[in-house]
């Protein structure tokens, strides 16, 4: 637990290039989380996930590195991390937790479109990918039928109701896809 020892140690050899500066630098980058210095926590994971000695340890450092960029609300950078974590771990460690993140990522950008996009591309998914689904559909249905494109707004309400993971939006998608089919006619 004494991260600032930690930290001055793990500096002197977490430049080199072999299998021990890869481990240090993503121990220097643990350390520096726990000493809040996420600034130092993202550089050590970066440096950490680029090099090849140990798999293991750049999966780790990936994910640490998204994790970072996420508490510094770079969403630009972590979806593009995310992205890359999903290509080069589709089996990974934390391929649940990324594809989650990734949906949460981006409907907080309000790129409804991209999100369900995204999530429909999924091999898998799990509770929360799927209540986020349907959320998105919900939502790009409110917009696509406040746009008056009536058809298009049943087919995501009509996907929000096919997952039907809370009901209270499942009786709001049945509402307002009635609606839509009215205003069609």
Known sequence: EQHQKALEVFK?????????????AYYLGIS???????????????FARKADFDP????EASYNYIKVQIEQNNSELAI???????NSYPSGKYIDEANELMSDMLFETNDYEK???????LS???????EAYQNLCYHQGVIEYNAESFDKAIGYFDKAIKRPVDKKITQEAKFWKAEAAFASD
């Not at 002197?12 to 240090?24: E, K, M, S, V, Y």
């Not at 293991?56 to 999966?59: F, G, L, Y």
């Not at 593009?80 to 999903?86: E, I, P």
């Open 56 to 59: 293991e340890i750049k999966e």
């Open 80 to 86: 593009s991390t995310l992205r890359d974590y999903v």
């Open 12 to 24: 002197t050899i977490a430049d080199r290039d072999d299998a021990l500066g890869q481990q240090a």
């Open 115 to 121: 999100a369900i996009a995204y999530i429909e591309g």
């Open 32 to 46: 520096a989380l726990n000493s809040k210095d996420l600034n130092a926590a993202m550089a050590a994971f970066d």
């Open 124 to 130: 898998r998914t799990t509770a929360k990918i799927d």
